[in-house]
Nanobody, 127 residues
Framework: QVQLVESGGGLVQAGGSLRLSCAAS????????MGWFRQAPGKERETVAA????????YYADSVKGRFTISRDNAKNTVSLQMNSLKPEDTAVYYC????????????????????WGQGTQVTVSS
């Protein structure tokens, strides 16, 4: 059974940094793209960042480009999201998820391609 467990969320002032981590189990993690997504109150879930199974391709939403960095460690079955220069509008529940497609070379930003999700971790940025 695939399990994803996020950690690292919390409360931070605007301009600060947080690092989210996601520990995966139950699947050969290195064969699947991974992504970070977020959902703010009253808004739809959106893709924040994604990384291909090989680690060679990344995607970032325009709103986080230059501030967030996604990385993965296939040996440790983890994917991380380094978030710098945080803004109040980054406040949301952040989720990690794994792509349903085995070793895809396709686009990795589509939320609908992700099948297993973590429980989420709250990130709150105060102004």
């Amino acid at each position: 059974q695939v399990q994803l467990v996020e950690s690292g969320g919390g409360l931070v002032q605007a301009g600060g940094s947080l690092r989210l981590s996601c520990a995966a189990s139950g699947r050969t993690f290195s064969n699947y793209a991974m992504g970070w997504f977020r959902q703010a109150p009253g808004k739809e879930r959106e893709t924040v960042a994604a990384i291909s199974w090989s680690g060679g391709t990344t995607y970032y939403a325009d709103s986080v480009k230059g501030r967030f960095t996604i990385s993965r460690d296939n040996a440790k079955n983890t994917v991380s999201l380094q978030m710098n220069s945080l803004k109040p509008e980054d406040t949301a529940v952040y989720y990690c998820a794994t792509d349903r497609r085995f070793r895809t070379w396709g686009r990795i930003a589509n939320l609908g391609d992700y099948d297993y999700w973590g429980q989420g971790t709250q990130v709150t940025v105060s102004s």
